[in-house]
Structures are given as structure tokens and as C-alpha cells.
């Protein structure tokens, strides 16, 4: 059982008016032949919210993202019940996921290099074009106001993108299927600070697009500062969950994540993430 911090309102009222989950993860455990990754792992994700999941190399993280997906490897055995706006889903395929509503970027990014930046973009949508949903590639002019980049870059071979764009592409691929929940796997990792603070304006952007989303993150200083709430996996527990704000004082989360010897080079432990303005580009924006 993890420690809630005291709450004046349920996990699914912070930084949203009170809602029904849209996801909920109930005693999900999960092991690699012998290895136990995730023990009795409960979350819950209201609509719109953004939840983060913090936790040092090997906690779970990565593992519990996958579980949620139905994506772990085969060697992957997971018990516990996801629900998805209420129906049970963790018998599903990651197909039928994806088409009721669930994305995950993951670590790897998984982009196909030698394919252009646009065609990368409309792969996303391939299941919508699969089920002849009128007017989905609408959804890329949406992708490519959200990443101005992207529209810039879009005959470049996604093999010659930088680091930072190619995370772009990869959350505005997940974007073109249209997930109401979509899970990101380490978005700031192996980017540069100014990138890391582009990167992570506008996954909190989103939140005005009402997809909710699960932001796993290692720089936890700059995952609390986005999120409305937060898990945090040690050795494949949840030991410690709570409002951003209320995590990102408590002694235990401080010593442990936010302390100065903590600190993760990519982000300035003073830096504030500001939302961009209307109107505002993300060149504008980057500092
Ligand atoms: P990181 O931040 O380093 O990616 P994480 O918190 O995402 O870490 P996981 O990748 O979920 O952690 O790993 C949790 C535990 O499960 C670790 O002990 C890891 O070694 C183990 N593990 C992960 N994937 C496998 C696998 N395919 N086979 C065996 N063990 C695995």
C-alpha cells in the first residue's frame, strides 16, 4: 500500500473539476521469469489530467507504461486489472488499445528513419484510414500547429532529425491517432536543457486538447511541475503518491528526487516551465 498524501480531493479532482477516471490500474504486478518489476501497482487518470510517474533507473516505470499498453515483451507476465473508462481491458490487444483510445511514445521513439517526416505522421493515423474515418488527415494540420517544426521539417527523412525534433515526431505521430490517453516514456531524455524545456511546455500544452496523459519521467523536478498528479515507484513499488504540489515538498521527495545531487544536467533545478502564450511559436518560446 502506498502513502497518500493528504488530500482535500480525490486523485481525479486535481487540476480538473471532478470527473470519472477515464483510467484506472488496480493491483498490477508483473514479472520477467524470475525477475518481479511492479507489485501491486494502483493508478487512477481522470480525463484532461496529467499524471506523472517518477522513479530511479530499474523502478518500474517503463514496465508499468507497457503493462497498461498490453505491450510487454513476451518474456512480460502481468496480473492486475486496467480499466478503461470503466470496462476491463487488460485481456485486450494493444490493437483494440489503440483504437479505444490509448497512445504511448515510447523510449525508443520507434520512428521509421528512412521515411519522411509527413509520412511518419500519416502512419499514425493508419488505423483511422483502416476504418475509413472521414477527414483523419485533417488531424496532421492539428499535429503541425502543435509542432510548427514539424510542418517545417516535413520532407526530411526522420533519420535526419535532431533529437528533440524526433520526439516531436513521435508524440505528434501517437497524436494522429486521436488517444484520449496518452502515455509518454522518458520525453526529455538524451535532449539538451533548452530542448527539455521546449519538449515539456508543449506536452503540458496539451493538456488544453483534452487528451489526458501519463508522463513517466527520471527528471522529476520538471515532471512535477507539469503534472496535476504523481506516483512514485521505488524497486517496483508505489511508495509515495499525491498532488504535484504537495510531492514536490514533501522531505522524502525532495531528499530522494529534487535534492542538488539529484539534480539531472538537462534542467535547471530554478527554471520554471511557463505555457507558451496564444499565438506564441516554439521558437519563440525556446529561451
Ligand atoms: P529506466 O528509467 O532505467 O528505464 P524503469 O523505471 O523504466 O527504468 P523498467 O525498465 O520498467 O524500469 O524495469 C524494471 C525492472 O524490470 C528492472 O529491474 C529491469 O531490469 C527489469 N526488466 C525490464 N525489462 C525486462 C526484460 N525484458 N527482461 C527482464 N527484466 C526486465
Known amino acids: 500500500m502506498s502513502d497518500v498524501l493528504p488530500l482535500t480531493s480525490s486523485p481525479t479532482d486535481v487540476g480538473r473539476p471532478a470527473a470519472e477516471p477515464i483510467l484506472t490500474v488496480d493491483g498490477l504486478q508483473v514479472s520477467y521469469g524470475k525477475v518481479s518489476a511492479l507489485r501491486d501497482a494502483s493508478i487512477t487518470v481522470a480525463p484532461g489530467q496529467i499524471v506523472t510517474i517518477i522513479g530511479a533507473n530499474g523502478a518500474g516505470k517503463s514496465t508499468l507504461l507497457n503493462a497498461m499498453m498490453g505491450a510487454l515483451p513476451a518474456t512480460g507476465r502481468a496480473e492486475g486489472i486496467v480499466r478503461l473508462r470503466g470496462e476491463r481491458i487488460d485481456g485486450w490487444s494493444i490493437e483494440r488499445r489503440v483504437t479505444n483510445g490509448l497512445g504511448l511514445v515510447p523510449e525508443s521513439r520507434d520512428l521509421f528513419a528512412t521515411m519522411s517526416v509527413e509520412d511518419n505522421l500519416l502512419l499514425g493515423g493508419f488505423r483511422r484510414y483502416r476504418a475509413r474515418e472521414v477527414g483523419w488527415t485533417q488531424e496532421i494540420e492539428r499535429v503541425y500547429q502543435i509542432f510548427p517544426r514539424l510542418q517545417e521539417r516535413a520532407r526530411q527523412l526522420a533519420g535526419t532529425l535532431s533529437g528533440g525534433e524526433r520526439q516531436m515526431l513521435a508524440i505528434g ?47 522529476a523536478r520538471a515532471a512535477l511541475q507539469i503534472a496535476d498528479y504523481g506516483y512514485v515507484l521505488e524497486t ?32 535547471d533545478a530554478h527554471t520554471p516551465i511557463t505555457l507558451p502564450g496564444p499565438g506564441t511559436t516554439t521558437e519563440e518560446t525556446a529561451p
Open 173 to 219: 505521430r501517437a497524436l494522429m491517432a486521436k488517444p484520449s490517453i496518452l502515455m509518454l516514456d522518458e520525453p526529455s531524455l538524451g535532449l539538451a536543457p533548452k530542448i527539455v524545456r521546449e519538449i515539456l511546455r508543449i506536452v503540458s500544452s496539451l493538456r488544453e486538447t483534452d487528451v489526458a496523459l501519463v508522463v513517466v519521467e527520471q527528471n
Open 236 to 267: 517496483g513499488d508505489v511508495i509515495l503518491q499525491g498532488p504535484s504540489g504537495m510531492l514536490a515538498q514533501d522531505p522524502r521527495i525532495i531528499e530522494s528526487y529534487l535534492g542538488v545531487g539529484r539534480k539531472r544536467p538537462e534542467m
